[in-house]
C-alpha cells in the first residue's frame, strides 16, 4: 500500500512511545549511527511541540557515585565530574 510507510523519524517516535532506550540502543535497533539517533530524537523533540506529548529524557548517570548532575541532558559525557570515573551510562529517552 502506497502512503504507509513511516520515516525513521516516525518508527524512533513510536519505539520511544513503548519504551526508554538510548542513543546506542536506537542506533542499533535502526541501523544507524549514534550521532544520526541524536539527531533524530533532537527532531523529534521539536516535532511534538503542539501535539500533548513531549520528549523526556533521562539523565546521564555515573555507575561508580552515582552523580547525575551534568549539564547536557543529551549527550554522554566522558567521566564523571565528581569522582572521574569513566562509568557513565548514556541517557535514556522516551516519549510521553
Known amino acids: 500500500m502506497e502512503g504507509t510507510e513511516q520515516t525513521t523519524r516516525q518508527r524512533i517516535a513510536a519505539f520511544l512511545r513503548e519504551e ?3 542513543a546506542g540502543r536506537i542506533a ?6 549514534a550521532a544520526a539517533a541524536l539527531s533524530h530524537v533532537e527532531h523529534i523533540s521539536k516535532s511534538l511541540d503542539g ?3 513531549e520528549l523526556l529524557a533521562a ?3 555515573c555507575r561508580e557515585c552515582g552523580f547525575s548532575g551534568f ?3 543529551v549527550n554522554r ?3 564523571c565530574p565528581e569522582c572521574k570515573a569513566e562509568a557513565v551510562s ?6 510521553r
Do not use: K, M, N, Q
Open 20 to 22: 526508554p532506550a538510548e
Open 28 to 33: 542499533t535497533e535502526f541501523g544507524i549511527t
Open 51 to 53: 501535539t500533548g506529548e
Open 59 to 61: 539523565p546521564p548517570e
Open 71 to 73: 549539564d547536557d541532558l
Open 77 to 79: 559525557p566522558s567521566r
Open 90 to 95: 548514556e541517557p535514556a529517552f522516551t516519549v
